[in-house]
């Protein structure tokens, strides 16, 4: 078992940053393909990014690209998603997952999740 425990969300005018953190308990966290999924109500949990064991291999979606970066500090068993120029749009929950198998963009290939940290965006 693995816990996740997201923080660092809150509410931020268009164009501002926030970064968030996911602490990881239990299991060893390093072996793990880690990320950042979102879901705004109504919508589709969507993965945003994704880092690999030793935070050599970043992978983003377009609709954040250049403006957020994910992290991870494996001594801390913590990884961290940087969000600069925020926009309304990126309003929504903010989750973070350990990969299990599959596809890395699919929520489906993903066993341990956090409980959520609201980000709200106004405009």
């Known amino acids: 078992q693995v816990q996740l425990v997201e923080s660092g969300g809150g509410l931020v005018q268009a164009g501002g940053s926030l970064r968030l953190s996911c602490a990881a308990s239990g299991r060893p966290f390093s072996p793990y393909f880690m990320a950042w999924f979102r879901q ?10 994704n880092i690999n064991w030793s935070g050599s291999n970043t992978y983003y979606v377009d609709s954040v690209k250049g403006r957020f970066t994910i992290s991870r500090d494996n001594a801390k068993n913590t ?8 926009k309304p749009e990126d309003t929504a929950v903010y989750y973070c ?4 198998s599959g596809s890395l963009n699919k929520a489906s290939s993903y066993d341990y999740w956090g409980q ?3 980000v709200t965006v106004s405009s």
């Not at 990884?79 to 925020?86: A, I, K």
């Not at 997952?97 to 299990?100: D, I, K, P, V």
């Open 116 to 118: 959520g940290t609201q």
């Open 79 to 86: 990884v961290y998603l940087q969000m600069n120029s925020l």
């Open 40 to 49: 705004a109500p109504g919508k589709e949990r969507e993965m945003l990014a």
């Open 97 to 100: 997952a350990t990969h299990r």
